[in-house]
């Protein structure tokens, strides 16, 4: 495997040195302009260990749709999750980073025919299905696949409902599903489902979990051996919801529904893997202080370089609202304040109503937790261009991850420090702040 650019690189800090530290010094660096992240593997790490602390008997096959970021996918193929695929694309991606193919679900229930060849061809053996067309599809392209009945059960709130477009009705279609399957001589393994993307409620998998059973139970009957629960997505990304609350109803489900040990229990947690990972720093280019007749300034419209266009994009298909916070400690009043994205779209509009601080033109803008569904969806529109992103990790981190990444040579040369080859430099150990903050202002800028 190997690593392309810096930008895929990830840089090595040294003990006094944290994620948000390199972050400020960048931005003060005077010479960064452009938006950019930083990514924390650290915080990748930390979820991880936090799923096997938590929900030790679901191994977590990640979204890839989610945040398909190189770098992303390495560290997750380092720890040793699975993936969940939605596409072609996907399957390359992962597949280029020496996963096994075993490692992979094709977690989408109407696929391409293109792309079902293509997994076919390059040993994709799991898939999951939803209707009766992709039970033909899957008999002409696909026939030895092992196949996943993806059923609906929503959750009563959640940021992204997608039972309202995949998943069969448990009771009424599913049943008829595995049927077909077997009549065609197909192999079905297991059930899955996704309550909805963020999921507000918890006791949504309890559900799920007792209506799959009863899909497993009307299998076995038909003949299949039943041996996959799929529990899908859905986990909450940031650090202030609750996931263990979701991982006590899952664990209580299945010690009571499903105990066998012979079930293998999987999941496609996109969002709780890499929300928290990120955070955006954008840019102060231009504002519009509204002011009274009297000349007093009533409220500012700040316009900075990244919107919704871009990193913010939730807000227009989720409705999501995103919190600022301002780099430099505020000083003075809070004024009313709007703050927009930089296209010339009247929509690109990230904050509204929020009290902040008077800034100038090239003031800071942080948002955290904003590593879920945003650069894959970001869009270049108007000629603004995505944010790059910067991966920092602690010696610590890149310790665990370094003998378990797929490195080529050239990355990996004995005697090297981290450093040098992270950063392609001299430093004789994990490099001091400055160095990292000039090098990955350059980078950006
Ligand atoms: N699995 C499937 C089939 C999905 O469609 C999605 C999201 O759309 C996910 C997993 C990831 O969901 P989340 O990010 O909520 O964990």
Redesign the pocket.
């Known amino acids: 495997m190997k690593l392309t650019n810096l930008d895929e690189r990830i840089h090595v800090l040294d003990g006094e040195t944290s994620p948000s530290s390199v972050l400020q010094a960048i931005c003060q660096s005077g010479i960064q302009e452009e938006a950019f992240y930083i990514c924390d593997a650290d915080e990748i790490i930390f979820k991880y260990k936090q799923w096997k602390l938590l929900l030790p008997r679901v191994q977590p096959h990640y979204?890839v749709?989610?945040n398909d970021s190189t770098v992303v996918l390495e560290i997750l193929a380092a720890l040793g999750t699975g993936f969940?695929c939605?596409s072609k694309g996907e399957i390359n991606k992962v597949l280029d980073l020496e996963v096994d193919p075993n490692r992979i679900i094709f977690?989408?229930p109407c696929k391409p025919a293109s792309h079902i060849r293509h997994a076919a061809a390059l040993g994709v053996n799991l898939t999951?299905y939803d209707n009766v067309t992709e039970l033909h599809k899957m008999k002409s392209l696909h026939p030895t696949c092992n196949l996943v009945l993806?059923m609906r059960c929503d959750a009563s709130s959640s940021?992204?409902q997608?039972g309202i477009k995949?998943g069969c009705d448990p009771v009424t279609e599913g049943p008829n599903l595995l049927t077909l399957a077997r009549d065609l001589g197909l192999n079905v393994v297991g059930v899955s489902f996704?309550v909805?993307?963020?999921?507000r409620e918890p006791a949504a998998f309890r559900r799920a979990i007792s209506l799959a059973r009863d899909l497993f139970d009307f299998g076995t009957g038909l003949g299949f051996n039943m041996t996959l629960l799929d529990i899908?997505?859905?986990?909450p990304?940031d650090n202030n919801t609750n996931f263990s609350e979701c991982a006590d109803v899952i664990n209580k489900s299945l010690d009571e529904l499903f105990a066998s040990p012979e079930i293998q229990v999987i999941a496609?947690?996109?969002?709780?893997f890499v929300c928290s990972a990120f955070t955006l720093a954008t840019n102060i280019h231009s504002k519009r202080e509204i002011r009274s007749k009297e000349g007093d300034i009533t409220s500012v419209m700040y316009y900075i370089n990244d919107g919704v266009y871009g990193s913010f994009n939730a807000k227009l298909y989720e409705d999501a609202v995103f919190h600022g916070v301002p780099l430099e400690t505020p000083k003075g009043k809070l004024i009313p304040s709007s703050v927009w994205g930089p296209t010339c779209d009247g929509i690109d509009k990230v904050q509204e109503n929020v009290l902040l601080p008077l800034m100038d033109l090239g003031s800071w803008i942080i948002y955290q937790n904003l590593g879920?569904?945003s650069l894959p969806v970001a869009s270049p529109f108007n000629g603004f261009p995505v944010p790059k992103v910067h991966t920092v990790s602690s010696h610590a981190a890149w310790m665990l991850l370094k003998d378990r990444l797929p490195m080529s040579p050239e990355h990996f040369v004995e005697g090297n420090t981290p450093a040098n080859l992270c950063m392609g430099l001299d430093l004789g150990g994990a490099a001091p702040i400055a160095e990292v903050a000039r090098r990955l202002s350059l980078a950006g800028a």
């Open positions: 979204a749709k989610c969940d939605a977690a989408h999951t993806r940021c992204s997608l995949y996704h909805g993307s963020g999921c899908g997505g859905g986990f990304g496609e947690p996109g969002r709780y879920a569904y």
